[in-house]
């Protein structure tokens, strides 16, 4: 995958903020939203700066997958909040995802704790 240029590593921050505060103000009335709080940990914007993905994660009683959907079924009208929001030239078509780093860094640190990887790591000290 292709780094980010800083133009679109700026776009994606304004994005992830106001999609966010949007998503905050609590407009969406999906049974798959309610009492799940969203996190938007990332968006990364195409380089002609016309798509996001917003990577979310998912606090609470919600299914991150279901909320993804959720989230992508609304996405018409987030986008058309997010025009208000912003000033781009474009507003970004918006696709929500689960964000998996969380998991994998577990996964990571699950591994690190094992006893016979930690004696392996207190042992490449001498």
Same mark, same amino acid.
Request: no cysteine.
């Given at each position: 995958?292709? $780094?980010? &240029?800083? +133009?679109?590593?700026?776009? #994606? *921050?304004?994005?992830?903020? $106001?999609?966010?505060? /949007? /998503?905050?103000?609590? %407009?969406? %009335? ?9 996190? /938007? &940990?990332?968006? +990364?914007?195409s380089p002609d700066l016309r798509h996001a993905t917003c990577f979310i994660?998912?606090? #609470?009683?919600g299914d991150v997958d279901k909320v993804a959907d959720a989230l992508n079924?609304?996405? #018409?009208?987030? =986008?058309? *909040?997010? #025009?208000? =929001? /912003? *000033?781009?030239? !474009?507003?970004?078509?918006?696709? !929500? &995802?689960?964000?998996?780093? !969380? ?14 990887? +930690?004696?392996?790591?207190? %042992?490449?000290?001498?």
């Open positions: 995958m292709k $780094a980010q &240029t800083q +133009r679109q590593l700026r776009a #994606g *921050e304004l994005v992830r903020r $106001a999609v966010a505060d /949007i /998503i905050a103000e609590g %407009h969406l %009335h999906d049974p798959h939203l309610k009492g799940v709080s969203v996190t /938007i &940990t990332e968006a +990364r914007v994660a998912a606090l #609470g009683r079924h609304a996405s #018409g009208f987030l =986008q058309k *909040e997010l #025009g208000r =929001q /912003i *000033e781009m030239k !474009f507003t970004p078509k918006l696709r !929500f &995802t689960p964000d998996d780093s !969380f998991d994998a860094a577990a996964k990571v640190d699950d591994v690190l704790a094992r006893p016979s990887v +930690r004696r392996d790591l207190d %042992h490449g000290d001498d």
